[in-house]
């Protein structure tokens, strides 16, 4: 399976990333826990659907089939859809009924699928009807920015706003900083370190949970993309 895109930044303040492509295979990948909200756009065969991703707690398997078009919205930690309630969208996705061939329903109003262009106006429009809320207080604590409130307090907004706990987050980042840093170059026991880490087995088991992989997987596959990018230059 092969997923041609190109990914960029968002100057939305509900948005992280915009990412458009298509498939030119037909397979599965091994995806990596997610704690952020997506929206995917797919056409298939000229026929749209419009699909909501919530948390996903675990590493996973995805599959995809040649010839999709892809339009993948990532929204900011924290910003979610309160007519979905975070932990009913945990680990599963929600396809929303087609209105026509170019709209979808969603809270009883028909919305025209949107395009890698026009997709900040379409979220600032989710947004004005309060479809689309963020609660700054999740991505404030992840930062150590809220000492001042009740570890009940924490938990509760967490799980509105992701359908996780705070905990759960701050591993799952934890990993894939991990993951980073072995792409970079770093060694196992480099990232051990400086992650805090307490042993080899304790990061193998953070990986293989949270991003589907070993250290060792990870460090030899960017090792082996690097040598190939190298011989190509």
Not at 28 to 43: D, G, L, Y
Not at 68 to 86: D, Q, R
Not at 120 to 143: C, G, K, W
Request: glycine residues 6%; charged residues 20%; neutral net charge.
């Amino acid at each position: 399976m092969s997923f041609v895109h190109e990914s960029r930044l968002s100057d939305s303040p509900f948005l992280e990333t915009v990412t458009r492509g298509y498939t030119v295979g037909s397979g599965s990948v091994i995806r990596p826990a997610e704690t952020n909200w997506h929206m995917v756009f797919v056409k298939y065969q000229g026929i749209s659907q419009a699909i909501v991703t919530g948390p996903l707690t675990t590493s996973g398997v995805v599959s995809f089939t040649e010839g999709a078009e892809i339009l993948w919205v990532k929204f900011k930690l924290g910003t979610f859809i309160p007519l979905l309630p975070s932990r009913t969208r945990l680990n599963g996705e929600m396809l929303l009924p087609d209105a026509s061939s170019k709209s979808f329903w969603l809270n009883g109003s028909a919305w025209q699928y949107p395009d890698a262009e026009d997709i900040e106006t379409f979220v600032a429009r989710l947004v004005r009807d309060q479809l689309l809320v963020q609660d700054p207080l999740v991505d404030a604590a992840l930062q150590g920015e809220t000492q001042e409130l009740s570890a009940r307090t924490l938990r509760h907004r967490f799980l509105q706003a992701t359908g996780m706990s705070h905990n759960h987050i701050r591993q799952i980042r934890r990993a894939q900083q991990a993951a980073a840093l072995l792409a970079q170059g770093n060694s196992i026991l480099d990232t051990m370190d400086v992650l805090g880490y307490y042993d080899q087995p304790h990061l193998t088991r953070a990986l293989k949970q949270w991003i589907g992989r070993t250290p060792a997987e990870l460090w030899q596959r960017d090792a082996i993309a690097h040598a190939v990018s190298t011989v190509e230059k």
